[in-house]
């Protein structure tokens, strides 16, 4: 029962600005610890998602974003935002917390859009200048490819593609994400 309520709280991760409770499939039976440290200064801001691994809480979701910004001392907030069914669907959009995990470099959050309750969110590599990242949590039922903009072309997303393949996951389950031209 304790595993069934943890998974529906991992809606909580980083995208989770759509609803629906459904977890996909284990792309990775063997996730790996983050490999680099993160400096919050640098991570902090606007993210686009590339390409996910589909889950419930996302069916439908394109344009997909995430921004961080500093709420306090060790504290982040989250602003995850999604358009429903399309690039000109309704914009919808979900509010949350998180907080650094001691001992991670920074690479390790726990997240929560609901009160006391917290998932994994784990920058499990990123590029040195912080153009893109790629985000987990220990289930390998999560993956999120992000980047600073929104459509940084094939080659860059590949390359993502190809990293993530090199940390143990599946990458034929990725669902590219629809994004807007850069403005």
């Keep these: 029962m304790m595993k069934k309520i943890l998974a529906l709280l991992l809606l909580a991760l980083p995208l989770a600005a759509c609803s629906t409770l459904e977890a996909g499939p284990v792309g990775n039976t ?54 429903k069914n399309g690039l000109g669907g309704k914009l919808t959009s979900a509010t949350g917390k998180a907080k650094i995990v001691e001992g991670s470099g920074n690479a390790k959050l726990r997240v929560s859009f609901f009160g006391p309750f917290y998932g994994d969110y784990w920058v499990l590599d990123r590029a040195d200048d912080y153009s893109w990242a790629i985000v987990g949590e220990p289930s390998g039922r999560y993956l999120w490819l992000l980047h600073r903009q929104p459509k940084p072309g094939e080659v860059a997303l590949d390359a993502m593609k190809q990293r993530a393949a090199t940390l143990g996951y599946d990458v034929n389950l990725l669902r590219v994400t629809q994004q807007p031209a850069a403005s």
Excluded at 73 to 80: A, D, E, R, S, Y
């Design 30 to 83: 063997a996730v790996p610890q983050p490999a680099k440290a993160v400096d919050l200064d640098r991570y902090l801001g606007r993210w686009y998602e590339l390409a996910r691994y589909e889950a419930g809480f996302q069916k439908g979701c394109e344009g997909v974003t995430a921004d961080y910004s500093l709420s306090g001392p060790g504290q982040i907030k989250v602003l995850n935002s999604c358009r």
